[in-house]
């Protein structure tokens, strides 16, 4: 009698055991799902900031690229009013030279 009393016991334990493991488990189950919520959400985020940056160095592209025209088309016009000033001063000088011939 004493050796069924003591199987039931560890029969109870045993069960009691694993009805705390279940326990925990069903605890860990809501905290895991939780951290991997967590986790996804963070990693959205990281690609969320990097589409941002990414967005600024476009956009930052685009302007660098209109402003470089911008420059190239000053440069331009800078040398043809160069060039008008240039052939304004030798008609000028023409002129003088004509002048000083009559």
Known sequence: ?????????????NGTQ???SKEVQMHNLPLEQHMLMEKV??????KLSNGT???QNKDMQVAKKILEKCI???E?????MKKLSSGTQNQ??????LRNVA
């Open 41 to 46: 959400c963070f990693n959205h985020m990281k």
């Open 1 to 13: 009698m004493d050796k069924v009393c003591l199987n039931q016991m560890k029969k109870l334990t």
């Open 76 to 80: 331009a016009c800078l040398n043809q």
């Open 18 to 20: 694993e009805q705390q």
């Open 53 to 55: 940056e990414n967005q």
């Open 72 to 74: 190239k088309s000053g």
């Open 92 to 97: 000028q000088n023409k002129e003088v030279q």
